[in-house]
């Protein structure tokens, strides 16, 4: 069974600077776009963050110069470094992993969600 498990989040203080992690678990043969989406209440969902197998970043307007996605490749696991939080940062927040699964199914799986309030 393939599994996506997120750590951090929680309340901050606005200009806290929480870090966010996902671990991708499971009979996992490679993962290709790893990234980060939120929704706040009452809005779509967006994407924060992903970054590719390469290396290769793409960020929504709303967070560049503040967040950062990384990730560990050998341990299947995508970051998030949020820094200068703001209010309008507040969301639930998911990790995505598009995966390739023996012995060849591309699948797509989402962390659980965790809620990130930026309060003072």
């Known amino acids: 069974q393939v599994q996506l498990v997120e750590s951090g989040g929680g309340l901050v203080q606005p200009g806290g600077s929480p870090r966010r992690s996902c671990a991708a678990s499971?009979?996992?043969?490679?993962?290709?776009?790893m990234g980060w989406y939120r929704q706040a209440p009452g809005k779509q969902g967006e994407l924060v963050a992903d970054i590719t197998s390469g290396g290769s970043t793409n960020y929504a307007d709303s967070v560049k110069g503040r967040f950062t996605i990384s990730r560990d490749n050998a341990k299947n696991m995508v970051y998030l470094q949020m820094n200068s939080l703001k209010p309008e940062d507040t969301a639930v927040y998911y990790c995505n992993a598009d995966l390739i699964l023996p012995p060849g199914w591309r699948f797509t799986s989402w962390g659980q969600g965790t809620q990130v309030t930026v309060s003072s």
């Open positions: 499971g009979n996992i043969f490679s993962i290709n776009t």
